[in-house]
Structures are given as C-alpha cells and as structure tokens.
C-alpha cells in the first residue's frame, strides 16, 4: 500500500489567484495522477504527472490552467491558475505502484474559489 | 477511451434490504475494480475482478465480472447504516495505468 499525503486539506481563495497543491508519497510510486471532483460527481482525471518531464494532460485540461511538477518519484504538485469559481471542486492525487493495480488516494483538497 | 457507465445513480433503503449496482462498458474490459467513497471522504480500493465469470465475496460484498468482460455488478446484502458512500467501478485505459471511473452509484441507508 501507500500512504498518501495532500496539502492543503482545504482552502478558500479569491478570483484570479493560484493555488499549489502537494502531493507527497510514503514510498517511490510508479505512477501519480491529479483527479478532479466536482460535488456529487464522478473522478475526471485532468493528467498523468511525469517524473522529470511534461505531464499528460487529458481532454479539457491544458498546462497552461493546471501546471503539473513531478521532480522525483514520491512528490508532486499541482497549480490551479487564474481561479474562478468555475474551478471549485475536490482535487486529488492518486498514485498506482504498478500496471493495472489498484489506485490509492490523498484525503483530497477542498477548493472554494470566491 | 475506455468509458463505463454505471447505475442506479443513487438508491435508497432501508437498513436490512440489498443492494446493487450495475456497470457496463460497450467495450471487452481486461479487468473492473469497486471502490468505495464514504461521504467527505476520498475513494479506498475494495476488490479487482480480472476473470471472466469471476465472482467474489467479502463479507456481505458480493462482486462480478460477467462472462463477456463487459459488465461487473457489485451486490450488498442486509445493508447497514456503515455502508452509506458512494460506490464507484472503474476500468483501466489500454495501457493498464490510468484508472477511469464510473459515475458512480450513491447509497443511502435509513436506520
């Protein structure tokens, strides 16, 4: 298993700001990913974070809104860029330990944008 | 990509009665995985189900994959008040690393 540790557990910012959430690993995954929930909703994944590269960005989400760092293979973060209200929702980092495993996730941030 | 659809959205009942959600994909899925959401709270693994016809158990959880690979079901039987959440099946992509979600079915149970 893996113990998953996202920060900051919640938060509430104004417009037109950015928020960096963390994501940090108890041991080397293989793989993370940044999960976006909106309340009552399904998980949409928003990208696959490369170590030492570019991250994957999935349908609808660009690098520009949503930059992803992966500089080793326990940590990420992810910024949401330019807030709007729009973008109020439940982030999560996820992380697989190998192909076709299961997937463990942080607690999740809580993001209010005002 | 890969895309499950899942039902009911939600369901209610009332503690003792069963409980089931359905997922189906128009596609041969090489493996399904349940998860379970508790309210506030984030998804925690329950079971992956690789073969067909596969069936399998935990406690009052029964799980299936069905003969074709194209449709798993999740069955709760006398539900209690601890099993409120919201219950999620997911497929993996080709490649076997991104996990694609259901909608997800939420179950509420009335003491």
């Known amino acids: 298993s893996a113990v998953i540790s996202q920060k900051p557990s919640r938060d509430i910012c104004q417009r037109g700001t950015s928020l960096t959430i963390q994501c940090q690993v108890d041991s080397q995954v293989t793989m993370m990913f940044w999960y976006r929930q909106q309340p009552g909703q399904s998980l949409t994944l928003i990208a696959t974070a490369n170590q030492g590269s570019e991250a994957t960005y999935e349908s609808g989400f660009v690098i520009d809104k949503f930059p992803i760092s992966r500089p080793n293979l326990t940590f990420s973060t992810l910024t949401v860029s330019n807030m709007s209200p729009e973008d109020s929702s439940i982030y999560l980092c996820?992380?697989?330990?190998?192909?076709?495993?299961?997937?463990?996730f942080g607690q999740g941030t809580r993001l209010t944008v005002v | 990509g890969q895309q499950v659809m899942q039902i009911p959205q939600y369901q209610h009942v009332q503690e003792g009665e069963d409980f089931t959600t359905y997922c189906n994909s128009s596609?041969?899925?090489?493996?399904i995985q349940w998860y379970k959401q508790r309210p506030g709270g984030h998804p925690v693994f329950l079971i992956q189900l690789v073969k067909s016809g596969e069936v399998k158990k935990q406690k009052r959880l029964t799980f299936q994959f069905g003969e074709a690979k194209k449709n798993s079901s999740l069955h709760i039987t006398a539900t209690q008040t601890t099993d409120v959440g919201t219950y999620f099946c997911?497929?993996?992509?080709?490649?076997?690393?991104?996990?694609?979600f259901g909608a997800g079915t939420r179950l509420f149970v009335k003491a």
């Open positions: 596609t041969t899925l090489s493996n």
């Open positions: 997911a497929a993996k992509n080709t490649g076997g690393f991104k996990t694609i």
């Open positions: 996820s992380v697989l330990q190998g192909v076709n495993t299961e997937a463990f």
